[in-house]
Each structure stands twice: as structure tokens, then as C-alpha cells.
């Protein structure tokens, strides 16, 4: 069974595309939409680092965390199904291949994060994965 790829026109939409073009001109919904889940995920991280416990109910706090977490790993899956094809394809240490460390690496803490809820890093980690997964994005909007 052949299943139908989903793309859509940059011209209807309005987009510019910086999520990934095919050789028609045409933007991947898969790579928007991790560009978009990150930027969802870092806000969420930051959020739930601004609502901490100690500033807000303890609710306000676990429902951001647990948001972030979710759309880090929405954003990690996101990307890999959109960008597997690149994996190797470029020289070393461009900026992709930072990018994708950065994000990597703050996802996966972010993910980690609410399994660490109880003890004493569980604010270090979250942060780290906040701070690493934001300079992941702001990597790539610069580079």
C-alpha cells in the first residue's frame, strides 16, 4: 500500500520553508512541525522553571514540567523522522551536527527531569535540559 507523503505549498501557506524544502519547493510538515515542537518545549521548560514550587502550586509546576518533557521527546522523535536523511551527509562539526547535540542532549534531560522529581538535582537538570535544548534553537535561527 502506498501511503501519501504530506507536504504542502509554501506559497499557500506563507511559510519561508527554513524547515526543510524537497526538490519541488515544497516545506516537510515533519521538520515544521519539530521546529515548532521545540520552540514549544523550551517555552514549556522555561515556564516550568519560572513556576517552580516555590513561586507557584506545586500543580502549575508538575502539568509545565510534564509538558515539556512530552514535547522534548515529540521534538527528538520529530526530528530524526525528519532529518534521518541528513545523518552523515555533511562534514563534521557544521552547524547542524551542533544543533543537533544541543538539542539531544537538553531533551533528553528534559525528559529525564520528572523522573527527578524528588531528589536534589531535579532542578539542575531540568535547567541544564532548558538551557542546552534553547541554545540548540537559538543555534539554528543564527546559524
Known amino acids: 500500500m502506498d501511503y501519501p507523503q504530506i507536504v504542502y505549498s509554501i506559497e499557500s501557506l506563507g511559510l519561508d520553508g527554513a524547515g526543510g ?11 515544521d512541525l519539530h521546529k515548532y515542537f521545540g520552540y514549544g518545549a523550551v517555552a514549556l521548560g522555561a515556564a516550568a522553571g519560572i513556576f517552580n514550587p516555590a513561586l507557584a502550586e506545586d500543580d502549575i509546576h508538575k502539568v509545565l ?8 521527546a515529540a521534538t527528538l522523535g520529530l526530528g530524526f523522522a525528519a532529518h534521518y536523511d541528513e545523518i552523515g551527509t555533511e562534514p563534521a562539526w557544521n552547524s547542524n551536527l551542533i544543533h ?14 520528572p523522573f527527578l522529581a524528588d531528589t536534589d538535582i531535579h532542578p539542575f537538570v531540568g535547567g541544564a535540559g532548558v538551557v542546552l535544548m534553547g541554545t540548540g534553537v537559538v543555534w539554528k535561527l543564527a546559524f
Open 100 to 113: 543537533t547535540i544541543l538539542g539531544i542532549s537538553g531533551g533528553t534531560l528534559m525528559i529525564a527531569a
Open 65 to 72: 514540567g510534564a509538558g515539556a518533557a512530552a514535547m522534548s
Open 21 to 31: 524544502m524537497d526538490e519541488l519547493g515544497q516545506a516537510s510538515l515533519l521538520s
